[in-house]
């Protein structure tokens, strides 16, 4: 019974991953019969695109085979107690968020995690979206892969812990990159040059690691050694306290990487 | 006189940027007639490549319309005493050293700084590198201009000081983000999590802030004001003083500019 391919869906929320991955599944041949979503604006929207019907409670589905909650973090053990004990399985779609939360809907519950960062404007190649699947059970882990794996090229099994951890790194490799792209644009910005100057270093940095490990792929003064180009920058930033903070820690870090023996103290020794 | 066309280049280095931006030149019709390099192994490669003649002095060099300088920084100053006074236009192509430096080959000199990371190995779409030029004249500024235009889709005229601000740029955006690409590749394979799951939100990263601001393109729990999971990665690192620094100073600036009222330490008081 439990076995038996996953065909019908019924998916909770209207917002980007639930867009995007509803979609996805639509043109994967699967038949998402229901979107449950509280606003009715976003919600008529992606059913209509789904050619799903849209409802507003639990007590308006018909069992599925599959209900994906696509739903914020914060949403989603309110929506899981809700939903309370059911005859399905049952997913959410977080990077953050224990399986557990979805014990209270019954034996068979998991994640299925699509690791890309969506716009509501923006198509997405969901063939290149890694999907990172866990289940209470073996058996629904083989059914989730089978979607997974219609879906996309890259499916792995990640367990809770291990999918806290892909999220932290994608805090660091991808959040706090943007935040650098954001000093970057206000750095240029305040000197009249244009931010597009740099927009294909930043694309080629991001395709290099690729191809070579983030090792081997540094570059730059701190990475050389290069004291006469690190005083310089350190004496453009000296009046930014968080530009100093960024560029030192970064540096330091670098040049005890590259086994450099000196650190930004010994070059701007009144600081920190 | 110096109003003339450039077309026959003197080539000074057989690295990647030498060698990129040689066969970018011969394909865009330029005569490249030397490849001066001390070294014969990748001198002779260069110069088979872009049929130019291999040479290993100045004095074997005919006057040239233009010669570039494409040496590690620390090599220029060096190389253009070597060079001395002489009757043609000599740029480098650095991004951080004052163009004056080459002003003890005489009156016409400049920049022709490709803003792009090069390797060896790599093909590159020379049309999309931003070409970063200056000179001690408009004549030659004009003159260099023509040569940019001839390569690339992107031209700009950069003082020096701008220069300089366009590399630190850089720095932040693409130096200090590889940094943080090998932070996430470590974290990911001290738990035997394939570092390629994450790759397409990298890139993803990369390619959303040609479409939107780094400040609208930011995401994560730091922008959200997401304390539950700012916590859950803070235990998750507490022993790293290393991933903790930077994660409590990303995390601060990013709460600070979304108006977010906490910071990291009431999360974690115990630290720093």
């Known amino acids: 019974m439990g076995e038996s391919r996953i065909i019908t869906i019924a998916l909770v929320g209207a917002g980007s991953v639930a867009t995007h991955l509803g979609l996805a599944l639509k043109n994967a041949g699967y038949k998402v019969e229901y979107v449950l979503n509280r606003g009715a604006e976003r919600?008529?929207?992606l059913a209509e695109k789904l050619?799903?019907?849209?409802?507003?409670?639990?007590?308006?589905l018909v069992k599925p085979d599959l209900m994906i909650i696509a739903v914020s973090d914060d949403a989603i053990p309110v929506m899981?107690?809700?939903?309370?004990?059911?005859?399905?399985?049952?997913?959410?779609?977080?990077?953050?968020?224990?399986?557990?939360v979805l014990s209270v809907t019954g034996p068979d519950y998991g994640v299925f995690y699509p690791l890309q960062s969506f716009s509501p404007d923006k198509e997405v190649d969901f063939l290149?979206?890694?999907?990172?699947?866990?289940?209470?059970?073996t058996a629904l882990i083989q059914r989730l892969?089978?979607?997974?794996?219609?879906?996309?090229q890259t499916v792995c099994l990640i367990d809770d812990s291990k999918r806290k951890i892909l999220h932290l790194a994608a805090v660091f490799a991808c959040n706090f990159s943007n935040y650098l792209y954001g000093i970057a644009h206000d750095l240029l910005a305040e000197n009249d040059i244009p931010f597009e100057l740099l927009l294909p270093l930043i694309q080629e940095t991001a395709m290099k690691v690729q191809v070579r490990s983030a090792f081997d792929a540094q570059t730059g003064p701190a990475k050389r050694g290069d004291v006469s180009t690190i005083r310089q920058h350190l004496?453009?930033?000296?009046?930014?306290?968080k530009l100093l903070?960024?560029?030192?820690?970064?540096?330091?870090?670098?040049?005890?990487?590259?086994?450099?023996?000196?650190?930004t103290s010994d070059i701007h020794p009144e600081e920190e």
Chains 1, 2 share one sequence.
């Open 235 to 241: 004496d453009m930033i000296q009046n930014d306290p």
């Open 51 to 60: 050619e799903a019907r849209y409802v507003t409670g639990f007590d308006q």
């Open 43 to 45: 919600g008529t929207v």
């Open 245 to 263: 903070k960024i560029y030192k820690t970064f540096t330091d870090n670098i040049l005890k990487t590259y086994s450099h023996q000196f650190s």
């Open 80 to 100: 899981a107690r809700q939903l309370g004990l059911c005859t399905f399985p049952v997913v959410h779609t977080s990077g953050t968020i224990a399986k557990e």
């Open 128 to 137: 290149k979206v890694p999907i990172c699947i866990d289940a209470s059970n």
């Open 145 to 152: 892969e089978d979607v997974a794996r219609s879906l996309s």
